[in-house]
């Protein structure tokens, strides 16, 4: 069964920082794309930050390009998401998602909610001003 379980949100200040976790199991790691994705109220979900397990290449959408980083350690099987110099814009349930998906970094398609099977319940993040 394949299961994403996020962890690592919370209340910070506009300015501050937050680690999230995605923990991963049921499902080869490495042959899977993993990605970030935000839903703030009233909003559709966007893609965040997405990774490709076996070789590392990553998209960052433009809104967080320069202030949030997507790693992975495929030792441990989870994926996390650095978010640094948050603003109130992004509050927002942050969600993890897996696929075995054709995965270009270059392309931001390869980002979107529609191509993602498999999803965590989500974490909330609150950025107060």
């Known amino acids: 069964e394949v299961q994403l379980v996020e962890s690592g949100g919370g209340l910070v200040q506009a300015g ?3 680690r999230l976790s995605c ?3 049921g499902f ?3 042959d899977y ?3 970030w994705f ?3 109220p009233g909003k ?3 893609g965040v930050s997405c990774i490709s397990s076996s070789d590392g290449k990553t998209y960052s959408s433009d809104s967080v390009k320069g202030r949030f980083t997507i790693s992975s350690d495929n030792a441990k099987n989870t994926v996390y998401l650095q978010m640094n110099s948050l603003k109130p814009e992004d509050t927002a349930v942050y969600f993890c998602a897996a696929d075995a998906l054709q995965f270009d ?3 931001p398609t390869r980002c979107t909610p529609n191509e993602y099977d498999y999803w965590g319940q989500g974490t909330q ?3 107060s001003s």
Do not use: H, K
């Open 105 to 107: 970094y270059r392309d």
């Open 125 to 127: 993040v609150t950025v």
């Open 16 to 18: 501050g920082s937050l």
């Open 28 to 30: 080869n790691f490495d």
């Open 44 to 46: 559709e979900r966007e």
């Open 38 to 40: 935000r839903q703030a």
């Open 33 to 35: 794309v993993i990605g």
């Open 23 to 25: 923990a991963a199991s």
